[in-house]
């Protein structure tokens, strides 16, 4: 099984910043892609960035320029660097991996964590 587990989530006013990690655990041989999602009250689940293992990103039209993804490969560990946050980025955060179980299988599984919570208000 793979644990991942989010943190870095909070209350910060319009135009602040946070990063948010996401930590990979568990029993894989590796973690191929990794993301953020979020999910505000009432709308659904939406993708905010994605990066493979490799590091090529792809993000969401409402946060280029202002979100970065990134990833340390050794700690299966992802990051997300928000600045310039609006009141439009309130939502429940959470980080999900591909990962392989085996180097011989090349079976992949999706995995996601709890969710973390960013609040953009003054």
């Known amino acids: 099984q793979v644990q991942l587990v989010e943190s870095g989530g909070g209350l910060v006013p319009p135009g602040g910043s946070l990063t948010l990690s996401c930590v990979a655990s568990?029993?894989?041989?590796?973690?191929?892609?990794m993301g953020w999602y979020r999910q505000a009250p009432g709308k659904q689940r939406e993708l905010v960035a994605t990066?493979?293992?490799?590091?090529?990103?792809n993000y969401a039209d409402s946060v280029k320029g202002r979100f970065t993804i990134s990833r340390d490969n050794p700690k299966n560990t992802v990051y997300l660097q928000m600045n310039s946050l609006k009141p439009e980025d309130t939502a429940v955060y959470l980080c999900?991996?591909?990962?392989?179980?085996?180097?011989?299988?090349?079976?992949?599984?999706?995995?996601w964590g709890q969710g973390t919570q960013v609040t953009v208000s003054s």
């Open positions: 568990g029993r894989f041989a590796w973690v191929n892609s």
């Open positions: 990066i493979t293992r490799g590091s090529s990103t």
């Open positions: 999900t991996a591909r990962t392989r179980a085996t180097l011989a299988s090349a079976r992949e599984t999706d995995y």
